[in-house]
């Protein structure tokens, strides 16, 4: 593999980034210009100014709220990654465990979480608990049904070269259908990681901690009753950013991953 000059990839970094940076600039410039001009008060719809403001007089109670929902969201996710690998490892093992199982995890996936919720409450009791498994409920279907679709998509030759050399059942799967099945895996990462947000953020709503201990759905909440718009918007725009943090976070781990094997990866390289 060729590698690229440095001036090139700087080329590339520009013109990946600065569009978007563009753009972002006219719409906040606009929209601050817009507010100002029409007099809209700032509980129906705040400038960026007012946002701003919010969220440095509110700054401490922000990264708190926002503290709070990584840790839920992170611990979701990884329940949603180690179920859903686990649980398609065992599907694609055997075909009959896979027609039995499977509807029910499409089941659970068309099951609105809000209807769930107040049982998980029920079961588990309000707090991180609750949270955490919403936030695994809503993670869960993308990482077993694209790992899935991973293990299953192996390449018939590959798998029958494993066999002729006398490869156990368990050998195939480790050694062969997993590592083929890493992009697809990653695929889910990415749908799931921002899932997992989400969810956090639903379960906090209902089943959340309040007080000095609340994530970002409880500050939302509170901030919604009271008519503190700005804040409102400084805690969404915050929910947000976690989700493309935690994006960009595992497509960084994919390029790690896969950029040395895979055309998925390797072309952007070239």
């Not at 050998?171 to 956090?200: E, N």
Request: proline fraction near 5%; glycine fraction near 8%.
């Amino acid at each position: 593999m060729l590698a690229i000059p440095p001036a090139q990839k700087n080329n590339e970094f520009l013109e990946k980034f600065i569009p978007p940076a563009i753009a972002f600039v006219v719409v906040v410039a606009l929209w601050e210009m817009v507010t100002r001009m029409l007099g809209y008060a700032p509980y129906l719809l705040p400038k960026p100014s007012d946002i701003v403001r919010a969220a440095a007089e509110n700054w401490s109670n922000l990264m708190t709220s926002v503290l709070t929902t990584v840790y839920e969201s992170v611990l979701g996710f990884l329940l949603s990654i180690v179920i859903g690998v686990a649980g398609a490892v065992l599907l694609a093992s055997s075909k009959i465990i896979e027609k039995a199982v499977y509807p029910y995890a499409i089941v659970l996936q068309t099951i609105p979480v809000v209807a769930i919720a107040p049982i998980i409450v029920i079961w588990f009791g309000a707090g991180v608990n609750s949270i955490v498994i919403i936030a695994f409920l809503i993670g869960f279907f993308p990482m077993i049904s694209n790992t899935l679709i991973g293990l299953n998509s192996t390449e018939g030759n590959m798998q029958n070269l494993f066999k002729l050399y006398n490869a156990s059942r368990w050998q195939v799967m480790w050694r062969l259908r997993l590592p083929a099945a890493l992009p697809y895996i990653i695929a889910g990462l990415k749908i799931s990681c921002t899932l997992s947000v989400v969810g956090a953020i639903v379960g906090e709503y209902i089943a959340g901690i309040g007080g000095g201990q609340g994530g970002l759905g409880y500050a939302i909440t509170v901030a919604s009753s009271r008519l503190q718009t700005p804040y409102l918007f400084a805690c969404g725009l915050s929910a947000s950013v976690l989700g493309i943090t935690f994006f960009l976070l595992v497509s960084a781990f994919s390029k790690w991953a896969l950029s040395s094997w895979h055309e998925s990866e390797m072309k952007s390289e070239n």
